[in-house]
């Protein structure tokens, strides 16, 4: 039990005193301490959630956050919907382009093989000039929620490039050149992929590993909406 100090007023850590947050309004801010690199890889179900929730975050606080997927083209069992492009729709601050298109590459799905590598490459030129965008930008001030996210980003979500990488759309030598040309203040976070990819432990502040024990897939379950879409 802990000191009658701390039984009254709260260990000094602990945030707003015991207190339950509550929301308020959200307002164009600057983070204080953006500016490292995530990369979020792994065979389990969670990746795209993670990054997303994190996005979601970040824009409740006001920063600006922007979502890039790359071959995140769906499938059969998929409808042409997405819940987090809804729910992004309708928060202020945070944007999302999406780079694929039906299929995933290397499943024999019907969908075209070069016309993946094409898509991949085309995100990656686009990754290069969001970050430019956010080279010009003052990323220590508030960025305009209806601002274009070439104008500069606080964020910026790079969704299943690692996959893109692991199929051999694009180089990792790409990958790792795009990370480093990155600026200070911009928090890049990268997913995707069940391989580790190695060439990043250089570069990367965090490194999750999403591991699989159990997935209904393996049972048959297909993709279900409002969790997988």
């Avoid at 606080?61 to 729709?89: C, D, P, T």
């Avoid at 799905?109 to 969001?130: C, I, K, P, T, V």
């Avoid at 250089?202 to 997935?215: G, P, Q, S, Y």
Wanted: aromatic share 6%; net charge negative.
């Amino acid at each position: 039990m802990g000191s009658t100090e701390e039984t009254e007023n709260y260990p000094r850590d602990t945030p707003g005193k015991g207190v339950t947050p509550t929301a308020e309004a959200i307002e164009p801010a600057a983070p204080d301490e953006f500016g490292l690199v995530q990369v979020w890889w792994g065979d389990g179900k969670g990746k795209t959630t993670a990054t997303l929730g994190m996005g979601m975050r970040a824009a409740g606080h006001g920063y600006r956050v922007h979502l890039l997927q790359f071959m995140k083209g769906g499938a059969e069992s998929v409808e042409a919907v997405r819940g987090e492009y809804n729910a992004i729709a309708a928060l202020p601050g945070i944007s999302f382009e999406n780079l694929g298109h039906y299929g995933w590459h290397g499943m024999a799905d019907g969908s075209d093989e070069a016309d993946h590598e094409a898509q991949a490459q085309a995100g990656l030129e686009r990754a290069h000039e969001l970050l430019e965008g956010a080279h010009q930008a003052d990323l220590t001030a508030p960025l305009s929620f209806d601002g274009d996210p070439d104008d500069g980003v606080h964020m910026l979500i790079l969704d299943e490039v690692l996959y893109a990488v692991a199929m051999g759309l694009i180089d990792e030598d790409d990958v790792r050149e795009l990370v480093e040309s990155k600026p200070d203040g911009l928090e890049l976070v990268l997913s995707g992929g069940h391989e580790r990819p190695a060439y990043l432990d250089e570069l990367a502040d965090l490194m999750t590993n999403v591991r699989k024990e159990h997935h209904p897939i393996d049972d048959g379950q297909r993709a279900r909406k409002g969790t997988e879409y």
